[in-house]
């Protein structure tokens, strides 16, 4: 078992940044990659971020391009997701998940957290 917990979400004015981070626990030492989603109501989950364990190499969506960087501690067991120019489209709940399984980026994560609230204002 692994347990994931985020936290650092929280409400931010238009234009503005904020940092995610995600602690593993548990099985971690199991964990191939780590990656970051969020959803909002009445909307589809995104995939924001993906962070290899093992190499660091990290893989982002074209969606996500630009605005979004993933970045992590493997001695701390600690995945970060660094935010910037937040829209009030980005408001959603984040979501980190660990992938025990491989594969590059892998087609599922075996493992959520419970999600932080990111509310942007305008």
């Known amino acids: 078992q692994v347990q994931l917990v985020e936290s650092g979400g929280g409400l931010v004015q238009a234009g503005g940044s904020l940092r995610l981070s995600c602690a593993a626990s548990?099985?971690?030492?199991?964990?191939?990659?780590m990656a970051w989603f969020r959803h909002a109501p009445g909307k589809e989950r995104d995939f924001l971020a993906a962070?290899?364990?093992?190499?660091?190499?990290?893989f982002y969506p074209d969606s996500a391009k630009g605005r979004f960087t993933i970045s992590g501690d493997k001695a701390r067991n600690m995945v970060y997701l660094q935010m910037t120019r937040l829209q009030p489209e980005d408001t959603a709940v984040y979501y980190c998940?660990?992938?025990?399984?491989?594969?590059?980026?892998?087609?599922?994560?075996?493992?959520w957290g419970q999600g932080t609230q990111v509310t942007v204002s305008s």
């Open positions: 548990g099985r971690a030492f199991s964990i191939n990659t």
């Open positions: 998940a660990a992938d025990l399984e491989g594969g590059w980026p892998p087609p599922r994560y075996d493992y």
């Open positions: 962070f290899a364990w093992r190499d660091g190499k990290t």
